[in-house]
């Protein structure tokens, strides 16, 4: 049977398929993300988290030919503007202070490559609404969360303490945590990687 790779080194994707019951090897991906994104510029960001995970997937397949390469991205979005993973734990606090009391809009995209083509993607976005968080907080959940937040755009992990920034979320849970997996489970089943 042919192997499932995940293109990434993400905890929570791992623990995602790993919960699901999916057999994968997880091989991260060496692509240069802000070099793709800026021939992508006119794009949505669903588009673009779609486009960096077909990139991510490609990337790995080229050296595994044999095997389907799961590639996965989530971007995130406030008000308009785009924000990556955090620099610094000064950088994360920058951006708490801009999200509090905005709406995260969370773009998460899934892609599976095979040799030379992708065979299959999927985007999804959830809308996470954040409290209005006082610097005490930010301060306490920094002392807390980083630096495993440093590895996250948006500044949280929704199954630790992050799920305390929010006062409402609309969007598939899985998403939020980095990728569509219902939509990626129906693609492995049509695959053959699953049992239908």
């Known amino acids: 049977m042919t192997n499932l790779i995940l293109a990434s080194k993400s905890a929570s994707r791992r623990a995602m398929l790993d919960a699901a019951g999916v057999d994968y090897e997880a091989i991260p991906a060496d692509v240069d993300e802000r070099g793709i994104e ?4 006119a794009s949505s960001p669903s588009e673009i988290a779609e486009a960096l995970s077909v990139a ?7 050296d595994h030919p044999q095997s389907v390469v799961l590639g996965s991205d989530s971007l995130v979005v406030v008000d308009g503007v785009r924000f990556d993973k955090p620099s610094s734990r000064e950088n994360a606090r920058e951006h708490l202070n ?8 969370l773009h ?4 599976l490559v095979r040799g030379g083509g992708c065979e299959w993607s999927h985007q999804d976005c959830a809308s996470l609404k954040v409290r ?3 610097p005490e907080f930010i ?3 920094l002392k807390a969360e980083w630096p495993q937040i440093g590895y996250t755009v948006g500044c949280f992990r929704i199954e630790a303490m992050g799920v305390q920034l929010f006062e409402r979320i609309e969007g598939d ?8 997996l219902l939509a990626v489970l129906g693609a492995l089943r049509e695959q053959g990687l699953l049992v239908a």
């Not at 800026?38 to 510029?41: A, H, I």
């Not at 991510?56 to 080229?62: F, L, P, Q, R, Y």
């Not at 849970?173 to 569509?180: A, I, K, N, R, S």
């Open 173 to 180: 849970q899985f998403t939020v945590l980095g990728m569509p």
């Open 139 to 141: 301060e306490h959940y």
């Open 108 to 111: 998460s995209a899934a892609a």
């Open 56 to 62: 991510k997937a490609a990337d790995v397949a080229k």
């Open 38 to 41: 800026e021939g992508l510029k």
């Open 98 to 105: 801009f999200f509090s009391g905005k709406t995260i809009e």
């Open 132 to 134: 209005e968080l006082s």
